[in-house]
């Protein structure tokens, strides 16, 4: 099993910065891809980024350019940055995680954080 917790969520207006953190523990041998999803109201699930152990990235359209996502292999932890933020980010993201970019959908979650940005 593996347990996912975020954290760095929160409000900011538009065109500001957040950095959310996504710290992995138990038996993640088995994982090699973590990422982001987020979900807003009344809208489908959507892939934020993903990267995987040897440092390769996916980017969902709407946020290429603008989000930056990294991580610590040490410290088991994926980090999001998340520059020029605008209202249409607002939503719940979720780390993920699973053995390649493919299954996170069926892989392990964590329980979410909100982020909203204002106009």
């Known amino acids: 099993q593996v347990q996912l917790v975020e954290s760095g969520g929160g409000l900011v207006q538009a065109g500001g910065s957040l950095r959310l953190s996504c710290t992995a523990s138990?038996?993640?041998?088995?994982?090699?891809?973590m990422g982001w999803y987020r979900q807003a109201p009344g809208k489908q699930r959507e892939l934020v980024a993903a990267?995987?152990?040897?440092?390769?990235?996916n980017y969902g359209d709407a946020v290429k350019g603008r989000f930056t996502i990294s991580r610590d292999n040490a410290k088991n932890t994926v980090y999001l940055q998340m520059n020029s933020l605008k209202p249409e980010d607002t939503a719940v993201y979720y780390c993920?995680?699973?053995?390649?970019?493919?299954?996170?959908?069926?892989?392990?979650w964590g329980q979410g954080t909100q982020v909203t940005v204002s106009s």
């Open positions: 993920a995680a699973a053995h390649t970019i493919t299954t996170m959908p069926s892989g392990y």
């Open positions: 138990g038996s993640f041998f088995s994982i090699n891809a």
């Open positions: 990267i995987i152990s040897g440092g390769s990235t």
